[in-house]
Each structure stands twice: as structure tokens, then as C-alpha cells.
């Protein structure tokens, strides 16, 4: 059973509301980004969930201390009477068709995998680390777990509508980001409509979509407190954690690829690449003119296709030429419909056999960069930088599902929602405060 409940929101007054606040989740933020959002406002979210100097010691405490004093200046300010929140996220895809992701966020009671809430990706032990130690310092969830959920009736959806009148005090959030997506986020605080929604999730799984590190985070924090409390019979503020629930049958819910860019030559040819694919795989030739993207996608009828850049200009779609191949000397954690998974194909029947990269060997390398730009994934390659770049379709919905339900995990970096959830909208204190 999915408790959701709702919070005493923790936000930015609406004096300190602007596009110039919010950031993207903490791990898609790299180095670049990150001081650019120092730089887009001295009140940036960015300050709380990777501070001002991250690379530095004690920057976890600073953190801490800086969101105490924006809330004694009244930059942040806590909602008087609990509440659900709304969230709607317009953009237009990469077909040029606008859509509109409706969520809500509330507080969902924590429960180890295999429960309710349901897993598709492992995650690493250095994110986990880093934030639980944030955690500990603010003792607030800072950004929501994006969590996804089946309505067959569409009837929690239906509930959730913003303020038509721009004034109204319950509409938050109303702004366009630097990628053009339209963040609009209300508060939900009617009883009627807040039971209404509850009880419509009440008997729903949740698959976590967005966020593992951040739900393992919560889980940890929780032990943690409770273990020091003597193990309360009542339900904490620790007990939960920030969520935003989407229906998995949203209109707008869309999953980007992330392409694999190989760097380094690890002591393979990647001349040689191409012929010994062949056994495997039928290859076709794609033109300098055709996207590499569009043709991969066409391509995979009834069976995996894959694209690939090489040296020289020379690009490439990988039709796998019987499914049954994808079962072939996978490894023991591979099972069912995860073999045939395009990531899972990529990995075990390419990176592994023909350049020398297992799983092993990914967890502890770099020799592999991520991209959801199939762009910047050729370039790379056409530059000398890269040896080769895999362009994948993206993983569907129906595909995580499957595999969460199973009690499985995709490779790494299989699913790439999009647009990211925005940090900072609401925080849910994890204290009395």
C-alpha cells in the first residue's frame, strides 16, 4: 500500500520566486552548469544540494548553514497547513510535439525495495555517501524521487488542474527555463481533493523512474534515526520521503536515449570493430545525411538496431539478426526480457567481447561517456577524441516496468526522463520543525 501523504512544504517566498532559483537534480549538474547556477542568483538551490564549493571539505555543514539562514531572512518559508503539491512540466519533444507531464508531490512513506516500491537501476555507493552526509547536515529531503504508477482510469490525473487566475495564492511557480520548458507548480491544500488523491494511489505500486540514489539516501537516514530513537512505534518526518507521482500512461511522460561515446583506444583497433560485429549483427550503411537517430530508430522492427560512429566518417545501424542471439552467453543476472533490451545488447554481445569493457570494468573506468546528444557523440569521434559512439533508441516505459516487477535492473544509464525534475520547488523538512 502506497502512503502518500501530505507535507508542510518548505519554499521560496514568493518575494524570492524566480527562474533564477531553481537547478536541475544535483547529478546532472557538472562543473560548467554548476557556476553558471552560482552565478544565476546568490539564493540558487544549487548552494543547498552541491554548495558553493562541493570538491571542498565541510561543505555539507555550510550548506546546512546556509538554508538556516535563508529561512531566518524569510527567503525560504514553511507552509502553515499540510499540503500536496501539483506539478505540470510543458516542453516540446524532439519530434517538435509540445507535451505536458502532470504530477503530484507529497511525502511517501518509505518501504525497502520489492514492497510497493519498486527498483529498475542499482545504484553507486559514492552518490549514496555524499548524500546521506547532506541529509544528515540539513535534515531535509532537498529534491524529490520521481516515481511512476499505474491508473488505468486516469482518475488521479483528472484531479490535478493549476489555477486558472495567474494570481491566485496557490499558484507557486509559473516559469520558463533556459531549455524552454514551462515548470508550473501549485499547491494542492483542499481536504476533499487531497483525500481524494491519496486513496486513488492507496493501492498502486510505484516504480522509482528518477532518483534511486535519493531514495536509498532516505532509506539510510532513516535507519539511521530510528536506530538512534529506540525504534518509535509511531511514524516519524523521517519515514518519508519527497516523491513526485506520475501516471505511467501520462501523455507526456518521454524517455531520451543515452549514447555511448568509447574514449581511448584500450589496446583494441577499432578498424577491425566493424567485421567482427558482422557475425552478430546485419550492419547498414547510414549517409552523412541521414540522422544516425532517425535511421536506428526505423531500423528496429521487431528486433534490436543499434547505430554506430567510427573513424574516417563511416556510420552504421547494427540490426541484431535473430533475437534469440541476445540470449547468447549473457551472464546469469540477465534474465528474461532484460537480455533483449538494446543497453543489454550493447553491453554483453559488443563493449564486453569485442573492446574489452564489462561491467567491472565501467564501474571503475571512464573510459565510457554518456550523451543524450547524438551529436556531440559523432563529433567526438570525427574529432579523434572517441574510438567509436553507440546511438541507442530510447528504453519504453513498458520495459522498466517489466523489468521492476521482476525484481531486475537495467544496465547503467538506461533511461534518461525527460525534462528533469526541477530541485527546489518544495522541501520537506525531515525534523519538526
Known amino acids: 500500500m502506497v502512503d502518500l501523504a501530505p507535507l508542510h512544504g ?38 543547498l544540494i552541491l554548495g558553493e564549493t562541493p570538491s571542498g571539505r565541510g561543505w555539507h555543514a555550510r550548506a546546512a548553514e546556509t538554508m538556516a539562514r535563508w529561512i531566518a531572512e524569510g527567503v525560504l518559508v514553511q507552509d502553515r497547513q499540510p499540503a500536496l503539491y501539483g506539478y505540470q512540466q510543458h516542453f516540446v519533444d524532439a519530434a517538435g510535439q509540445q507535451r505536458t507531464r502532470t504530477g503530484v508531490m507529497g511525502r511517501v512513506r518509505l518501504s525497502p525495495y520489492g514492497g510497493p516500491i519498486r527498483r529498475h537501476e542499482r545504484t553507486r555507493i559514492g552518490p549514496r555517501i555524499d548524500r546521506l552526509r547532506l541529509t544528515r547536515a540539513v535534515r531535509a529531503n532537498l529534491s524529490p524521487v520521481f516515481g511512476l504508477y499505474r491508473d488505468p482510469h486516469d482518475a488521479v490525473r483528472h484531479l490535478l488542474a493549476p489555477p486558472e487566475d495567474p494570481q491566485h495564492p496557490d ?21 476533499d481533493t487531497i483525500t481524494a488523491i491519496t486513496a486513488g494511489l492507496a493501492d498502486r505500486e510505484i516504480i522509482i523512474a528518477d532518483g534511486h540514489h535519493r531514495y536509498e539516501t532516505a532509506l539510510a537516514y532513516q535507519a539511521e534515526q530510528r536506530d538512534a530513537e529506540g525504534d518509535p512505534a509511531q511514524a516519524r518526518p523521517y519515514d518519508y520521503a519527497l516523491m513526485y507521482l506520475a501516471a505511467a500512461k501520462d ?21 577491425r570493430l566493424v567485421e567482427a560485429l558482422r557475425d552478430d549483427f546485419d550492419l547498414v550503411p547510414v549517409a552523412p545525411e541521414v540522422s544516425l537517430s532517425e535511421a536506428t530508430s526505423q531500423a528496429a522492427d521487431h528486433t534490436v538496431a543499434i547505430g554506430l560512429c567510427t573513424g574516417q566518417g563511416q ?40 573492446l574489452g569493457i564489462d561491467t567491472e570494468t565501467l564501474a571503475r573506468t571512464e573510459q565510457v561517456m554518456y550523451t543524450i546528444d547524438e551529436g556531440e557523440a559523432c563529433s567526438l569521434v570525427a574529432s579523434g577524441e572517441a574510438q567509436a559512439a553507440f546511438i541507442l533508441n530510447p528504453t519504453r ?37
Open 10 to 47: 518548505l519554499r521560496y517566498s514568493s518575494e524570492y520566486t524566480d527562474a533564477g532559483v531553481f537547478a536541475p537534480p544535483y547529478d546532472v549538474i557538472d562543473s560548467e552548469r554548476h557556476l553558471q547556477l552560482l552565478a544565476a542568483n546568490p539564493h540558487n538551490i544549487v548552494r
Open 315 to 354: 556510420r552504421w545501424v547494427l540490426r541484431l539478426k535473430e533475437l534469440a542471439r541476445a540470449h547468447r552467453g549473457m551472464p546469469p543476472e540477465v534474465e528474461g526480457g532484460l537480455s533483449e533490451l538494446d543497453v543489454s545488447v550493447l553491453q554483453n554481445l559488443i563493449l564486453a567481447p569485442h
Open 397 to 433: 516505459i513498458e520495459q522498466v516496468w517489466n523489468v521492476a516487477e521482476q525484481g531486475l535492473t537495467m544496465p547503467q544509464k538506461s533511461t534518461y526522463f525527460y525534462p528533469k525534475l526541477l530541485t527546489g520547488l518544495v522541501i520537506n523538512p525531515l525534523d519538526e520543525r
Open 251 to 271: 501523455p507526456g511522460l518521454y524517455i531520451l536515449p543515452t549514447h555511448r561515446v568509447i574514449l581511448g583506444q584500450n589496446g583494441r583497433d577499432p578498424s
Open 171 to 191: 499558484l507557486l511557480v509559473d516559469i520558463r527555463d533556459d531549455e524552454g520548458v514551462c515548470h508550473v507548480f501549485w499547491r494542492i491544500g483542499d481536504l
